[in-house]
């Protein structure tokens, strides 16, 4: 069985730890704060094997090289392409990681908001949902800015390479910003019913201190804007004539919006 922890770290980061519940292997994403990742993985009996990298920034990477001082030998993986700090195992897109008995972990390059971001897919056994861990590419209900590529790199990312994930797959994001993302989805789409149901779920979670994640590629496919680009409705909304046009004008809306 595969279980899943998440653990808000900073401000608005998440963590996660990944555990093989037979082996109590485990691996550990963007630990950005490692004494908190560290002590929670001793009080579970937990074995650290792997640091799972989605991208070269401080608050994801920033906490790499303390925890290979804490974990010696502790493998710390990440994009080919995206300079981490502390990495040990370069990563190109599919390549694949096994944790555990029964974890397969498949690395999916996702560039844009880093030119070397990979997002990590993460299946078990049959009666595990599969994960899929997208750092700062995917958030629920939005995505990263285009800091190190293009509007055509984050279609492909998102559209292409993760709109295609089995719908059920879990999406574990890097940042607690649901609601906010949601509030500006409404401002793309006033008329979807999903996404106002979504947005009053997220604020009663906010309320009570709970988060938001994981969401799922069914439920961004339904509720994300800039995962609905390819609707003709959602184009003439924002006078645009394909999908990488929209995306590019959505995002542009995102960057200037204050909600």
């Not at 609601?179 to 009570?208: D, G, H, Y």
Request: charge should be negative; include cysteine.
């Amino acid at each position: 069985m595969m279980r899943i922890v998440e653990i808000p770290c900073l401000e608005d980061n998440y963590s996660y730890l990944i555990i093989d519940e037979t082996s109590k292997e485990a691996a550990v994403v963007d630990p950005v704060e490692p004494d908190k990742i560290v002590d929670l993985a001793q009080q579970q009996g937990l074995l650290l094997k792997m640091v799972l990298t989605t991208h070269h920034h401080w608050d994801h990477a920033g906490g790499n090289d303390k925890i290979k001082q804490m974990i010696p030998g502790i493998k710390v993986y990440g994009g080919s392409t995206d300079n981490v700090r502390g990495c040990t195992h370069k990563l190109d897109n599919r390549d694949r990681l096994s944790l555990g008995t029964h974890i397969s972990i498949t690395a999916l390059h996702t560039p844009c908001h880093t030119k070397g971001h990979i997002s990590y897919y993460v299946t078990g056994k049959d009666e595990d949902v599969p994960a899929v861990f997208t750092g700062d590419t995917l958030f629920v209900a939005g995505c990263g800015k285009f800091f190190e590529g293009t509007a055509e790199q984050m279609y492909q990312s998102l559209c292409v390479t993760l709109g295609a994930l089995p719908k059920p797959t879990k999406v574990y994001c890097g940042h607690e910003y649901t609601v906010k993302n949601l509030q500006f989805a409404l401002t793309i789409e006033p008329n979807n019913e999903r996404i106002t149901q979504k947005l009053s779920w997220a604020q009663r979670q906010r309320q009570m201190n709970q988060p938001t994640v994981p969401s799922t590629i069914e439920e961004e496919l339904e509720t994300n804007p800039f995962m609905r680009v390819e609707s003709p409705l959602q184009q003439a909304s924002v006078g645009c004539d394909s999908p990488v046009e929209t995306l590019r004008e959505i995002r542009t809306r995102k960057d200037n919006w204050r909600g």
